[in-house]
């Protein structure tokens, strides 16, 4: 079946600090992969998407390479801010979404 | 991108008593689901709000626990039914539909039952 699995949390690093968190999938297909972030008292929020095999998304400074040999999506941010801290989600879509657990990330200043 | 919009954004309710949390999506969203979010946890799919019809629920939740309703393309409700301390979670409204095949989420409503 599908699943998401993605690092435990929280981490914890300090502004301009360079994020890796890492997302492997299982899938039956070819599925869509993606980021939702979730800051504070708010709902998910899409952050990037890749829709196929070698596909990178980036958005506000995060990329994640959808890479099919490794089944994954791993989410980069070179520098990241305070305005960073949130829950990250990562997700793959086939015939539904399957979500990660979430990852917390605290960015000290 | 999508607009979806929830109520009530939260509330603090009785053991026993039931709530309604309304959705209201815009015309981008073919289709609706709803997702619950326990304290510190991913997200777990509830049911696929299909239009006109029965919801469809994921194993391990049931419609008399949780009844659904869509009578149109842009509005759905999720009751929550007979409370219990166990229910409480944020429970979320979402939506897919267009060509980008993203899921839209709403702000989501923080459930508390004492």
């Known amino acids: 079946g599908n699943s998401v699995t993605q690092m435990e949390g929280p981490v914890t690093l300090s502004e301009e600090a360079f994020l890796t968190i890492n997302c492997t999938y299982t899938a039956t297909g070819y599925p869509s992969l993606f980021w939702y972030v979730q800051y504070p008292g708010e709902g998910l929020q899409l952050l990037l998407k890749a829709t196929k095999a070698d596909d990178k998304g980036s958005n506000k400074g995060f990329e994640a390479t959808y890479r099919k040999e490794t089944t994954s999506f791993h989410l980069e941010k070179g520098s990241v801010q305070v305005s960073d801290s949130a829950v990250y989600f990562c997700?793959?879509?086939?015939?539904?979404?399957?979500f990660g657990s979430g990852t917390k990330l605290n960015v000290k200043p | 991108s999508a607009v979806i919009s929830q109520k009530p954004s939260r509330d603090i309710c009785q053991r026993g008593t039931s709530l309604t949390i309304q959705c209201q999506v815009d015309s981008q969203v073919t289709m609706m689901f709803w997702y619950r979010q326990q304290p510190g946890q991913s997200l777990t799919l509830i049911a696929t709000a299909n239009q006109g019809s029965e919801a469809t629920y994921e194993s391990g939740f049931v419609i008399d626990k949780f009844p659904i309703s869509r009578p149109n393309l842009t509005f759905s409700t999720l009751t929550v039914s007979n409370m219990s301390p166990e229910d409480s979670s944020i429970y979320l409204c979402?939506?897919?539909?267009?060509?980008?095949?993203?899921?839209?989420f709403g702000e989501g409503s923080r459930l508390t039952v004492l």
């Open positions: 997700a793959l879509s086939e015939d539904k979404f399957y």
């Open positions: 979402s939506g897919a539909g267009g060509y980008t095949g993203e899921l839209f």
